[in-house]
């Protein structure tokens, strides 16, 4: 390998870049655009859920029973109506995507020692939206519930209000959140990003670099130069890594200033296993350009679906089916993804991360060898 | 115009529609790309993505081995939970949590089950992972589900039969009802949102490409100088590919979501393509704003994709208007994507019809004569 013609066509390529002002704008601008639509356009914290009420009973006790609704900050209020008629078109508009309707008699029978029943419609269209909004109705009536046995028991058995909670509600769950105290999602989703935008846009780099090559027949001057295969590779790849380095600084600014998640980890080991990645996903960009520039959205496509997918981003690892859990390992983005959460969120490093960084090492090798063998000097035609 | 006239014009569209549709088939890798789009890419989403915790690992520090302690452990269990076994100490527990190896610690303390007898409150600890917010806010909340049935269970066996008959007691029981997807099936959700974001991508790649590669093969002066009008010219580019997306969402709907997760579609068919083919065009009016802003197809296709994050992020699928700020909301309203979303699960899920959906439809539509009227006005201006 001769490094000076490396260089050479380094800086050809940098010099190409550099002139055609829209690619390099958006060399930045894509995957800085990508993660700001994503960071802020994903977001799994279940607030304001918009709601409508039946109150059949109109009594202090149902609207002291509402009023739990109306002050959590998790429903946010949108008014009475006074027919279950009127609930489904504010319901199919998506006006509302919660209605609870009250019995009539309510107070009556709470107060006489009797059960009753609240009926809750919850919209269903996203189903984790429906799952989450179940939990907090069913604790806020949880909640009402012990405190109405509770005094129920201290006016019939004669105990302290304390005694009688303890009769109902003997066991408490107490929750820690680690890593992520206050369950904030945007904290894992602006980390977890990183992975799926370092994914994307680096091998979609690559291959509009070496699209242009070929579309402007410039190819051909490579085919009869004296460069050697691996050459021509290695330097018309350092431009699109250094572009892909200096965007991992600028995302991970973006990670910690614009979103406040926190960095717990080593720097240096981050940014490192970073750079690998980035040579294992630009180097994705280098296998599937011998196609022609439709190849360019394929690209995305190829890349963009195991990062969504088979990351454990989005869909839990444990929840796959084992044929899927088992994809999902022959992916670079798992093992990234794990770097990344472990030095964000989680302060790891080398002696914790080592398997997940090797494995990326021999992906990039195995990518590398894979994008040699598959760039010839001599074109069939 | 007279009819000679109007039937030349109509003679000139078809015959221009045609060519395209020809262009079209004969791009044997785009034509896989797009069948790609409308049957694996939707097929993935709607089958991969689920959202429901199952199975997470969860061990335990037992400092009280009695029965009561063990009652409860043995509630930790499948589907939601995966018992992996017992722990001793803290440093272990830790060590797993940070590897990812396991999701949650439940810590029971000592003298849990005196505790319980002597009609005192207990506090189990619930470590959880939360790197992922989904996964630790959903195991969480099924965590406290458990606690909350085994703290219920137990103060009725300590309260005696006459608390059995909950009647006589004054609770309220929650009767719930998951509308519109009452068994939560997450692929209904994936699946329609992946069919909307790739038509939206394909209705404004697909004739932008058409025009650009005119442009690129030097093809746009022949046009330039037929008789043909800049809107012969693009009209057929936006009929052609609008035709081929429908197909393309028709495929998907009918060989992929319906038969495939089940889908119950409850309002009118006819309505969700009249809707389709409106937004199809709307986009493409962007689309054709792209064209005239650019020199070849690698440049329409990161124009294309910039344009679509916006309008993604604006389209209110992953996160609902109620959850963006309110400056948000109202860029939302010049978002095509939104009102399409709407619409689409209102009449496909909700069973919607008209007389709810007409104003999603008429800001549709007032969009996209201002998209398409633009698109057309700027491709005239550079070679009318």
Redesign the interface.
């Known amino acids: 390998m001769n490094l000076t013609r490396v260089w050479a066509v380094t800086y050809k390529e940098w010099r190409e870049i550099l002139r055609d002002r829209?690619?390099f704008a958006?060399a930045f601008?894509?995957p800085v655009?990508?993660f700001?639509?994503?960071g802020?356009?994903?977001?799994?914290?279940?607030?304001?859920?918009?709601f409508a009420v039946l109150d059949r009973d109109r009594s202090a006790m149902s609207r002291d029973?509402l009023h739990r609704f109306m002050d959590s900050r998790y429903f946010?209020y949108q008014g009475h109506v006074t027919s279950e008629r009127e609930l489904d078109?504010l319901?199919?508009?998506?006006d509302i995507?919660f209605a609870i309707i009250i019995p009539p008699r309510f107070q009556e029978?709470?107060?006489?020692?009797?059960?009753?029943?609240?009926?809750?419609?919850?919209?269903?269209?996203?189903?984790?939206?429906?799952?989450?909004a179940?939990?907090y109705?069913?604790?806020i009536?949880?909640n009402?519930?012990a405190q109405?046995?509770a005094s129920?028991l201290a006016g019939t058995q004669g105990k302290s209000r304390e005694?009688a909670?303890?009769?109902?509600?003997?066991?408490?769950?107490?929750?820690?959140?680690?890593?992520?105290?206050a369950?904030?999602?945007q904290?894992?989703?602006s980390s977890?990003l990183m992975m799926l935008v370092l994914m994307v846009t680096p091998p979609f780099l690559t291959a509009?670099g070496v699209?242009?090559e070929k579309?402007n027949g410039s190819i051909y001057n490579i085919y009869t130069s004296t460069i050697s295969r691996s050459e021509f590779i290695l330097g018309k790849f350092l431009p699109y890594l250094l572009i892909s380095s200096l965007n991992i600084l600028i995302l991970w600014w973006v990670v910690m200033n614009i979103f406040g998640t926190p960095f717990k980890g080593h720097p240096f080991f981050y940014y490192a296993a970073s750079v690998i990645y980035v040579i294992c996903t630009a180097g994705v960009g280098l296998l599937l350009v011998r196609?022609?520039?439709?190849?360019?959205?394929?690209t995305?496509?190829v890349s963009f679906?195991p990062a969504?997918?088979?990351s454990?981003?989005?869909?839990?690892i444990?929840?796959?089916a084992a044929a899927?859990q088992f994809e999902s390992h022959l992916f670079p983005t798992l093992y990234y993804l794990?770097i990344t959460?472990?030095s964000f969120?989680?302060g790891?490093g080398w002696k914790?991360l080592w398997f997940d960084v090797v494995a990326l090492m021999l992906y990039a090798v195995i990518l590398w060898i894979a994008g040699y063998m598959n760039f010839h000097k001599r074109p069939s035609t | 115009m007279n009819q000679h006239g109007f039937i030349l014009w109509w003679d000139r569209l078809v015959a221009m529609t045609i060519k395209e549709l020809k262009q079209l088939i004969r791009d044997p890798v785009l034509l896989l790309i797009i069948s790609y789009f409308f049957t694996v890419d939707v097929y993935m989403a709607g089958s991969g993505i689920n959202l429901n915790l199952r199975n997470a690992s969860v061990m335990v520090i037992d400092h009280d081995h009695s029965a009561a302690s063990r009652e409860l452990i043995y509630r930790f269990r499948q589907p939601y939970f995966d018992f992996k076994g017992e722990i001793f100490d803290t440093k272990t527990a830790e060590s797993l949590l940070d590897q990812g190896r396991i999701l949650a610690v439940l810590d029971i303390p000592e003298n849990f089950q005196r505790h319980l007898l002597q009609g005192q409150t207990v506090a189990v600890q619930f470590q959880v992972d939360s790197a992922n917010t989904v996964l630790g806010t959903l195991a969480t909340s099924y965590a406290t589900e458990i606690t909350a049935g085994f703290s219920q269970d137990f103060a009725a066996k300590r309260l005696g039969p006459d608390s059995g008959q909950r009647a006589s007691l004054p609770v309220i029981q929650n009767r719930y009802r998951v509308l519109y997807n009452p068994n939560q099936i997450d692929g209904w959700f994936m699946s329609i949102s992946e069919l909307l974001t790739v038509t939206t991508m394909l209705a404004m790649m697909l004739p932008a490409a058409a025009a650009v590669r005119e442009k690129e093969r030097g093809t746009i002066e022949q046009l330039a100088v037929s008789p043909l009008s800049s809107l012969q010219i693009l009209l057929p580019k936006v009929i052609s590919m609008g035709l081929v997306i429908l197909l393309g969402v028709g495929v998907s709907l009918f060989l992929i979501i319906i038969p495939i997760f089940d889908l119950p579609v409850k309002g009118s068919l006819g309505l969700f393509f009249t809707v389709t083919g409106l937004y199809v065009f709307t986009a493409s009016g962007i689309g054709l704003f792209v064209a005239t802003i650019s020199r070849s197809l690698a440049q329409v296709t990161m124009l294309v994709i910039l344009l679509m994050m916006p309008i993604l992020l604006l389209s209110g699928a992953w996160t609902p208007p109620e959850a963006m700020p309110q400056v948000m909301r109202w860029a939302m309203k010049i978002s095509p994507l939104y009102y399409f979303n709407e619409m689409s699960y209102a009449i496909l899920l909700k069973g919607a019809g008209l007389t709810i959906l007409w104003d999603s439809l008429l800001g549709l539509a007032l969009l996209g004569a201002v998209f398409f009227n633009f698109g057309v006005w700027r491709f005239r201006r550079q070679f009318g």
């Open positions: 829209l690619f958006m601008l894509l655009g990508i700001m639509v994503l802020y356009g994903i977001s799994f914290d279940v607030e304001k859920i918009p029973f946010y078109p319901l199919a508009n998506s995507r029978q709470l107060l006489a020692g009797q059960a009753t029943s609240v009926q809750s419609l919850i919209d269903g269209v996203f189903p984790y939206r429906a799952e989450v179940k939990g109705v069913s604790a009536i949880a009402f519930n109405s046995l129920h005694q909670l303890a009769q109902v509600a003997p066991l408490r769950l107490e929750s820690r959140y680690l890593y992520n105290q369950l904030r999602s904290w894992s989703i977890g509009l699209v242009r579309e196609t022609q520039v439709a190849a360019v959205m394929l995305m496509v679906v969504m997918l088979y454990g981003l989005l869909v839990p444990e929840s796959m899927t794990r959460w472990g969120l989680k790891l914790e």
